[in-house]
């Protein structure tokens, strides 16, 4: 069974850093785009990065600068480097896959998210 599991969130001041890990499990993670969704509270999901099979990378606006998305094939492990953390980081982290070359905002794979609170 396909399963993407997310780990390293947690309560930090403003400025701080997190590095965000998900676990993928049960299929070639080489052959899926990959990225990470933000779920701020009574707000809809969003993306805030994402790197294709190809290798590229993309960032929402807001976090361009501060945040570095990679993966490692070999551990079957995303990334998300989060830097200088504002409030508005605050909410659920959730990673997702798609089989397409570059990542949808309809992902066909989701993790169960992992909390991220920044206090100002």
């Known amino acids: 069974q396909r399963q993407l599991v997310e780990s390293g969130g947690g309560s930090v001041q403003s400025g701080g850093s997190l590095r965000l890990s998900c676990l993928a499990s049960?299929?070639?993670?080489?052959?899926?785009?990959m990225g990470w969704f933000q779920q701020a509270p009574g707000k809809e999901r969003e993306g805030v990065a994402a790197?294709?099979?190809?290798?590229?990378?993309t960032y929402a606006d807001s976090v361009k600068g501060r945040f570095i998305i990679s993966q490692d094939n070999v551990k079957n492990t995303l990334y998300l480097q989060m830097n200088n953390l504002k409030p508005e980081d605050t909410g659920m982290y959730y990673c997702?896959?798609?089989?397409?070359?570059?990542?949808?905002?309809?992902?066909?794979?989701w993790g169960q998210g992992t909390q991220v609170t920044v206090s100002s």
């Open positions: 997702a896959a798609d089989p397409k070359l570059y990542l949808p905002l309809l992902s066909r794979y």
């Open positions: 049960g299929f070639t993670f080489s052959r899926y785009s």
């Open positions: 790197i294709g099979r190809d290798g590229s990378t």
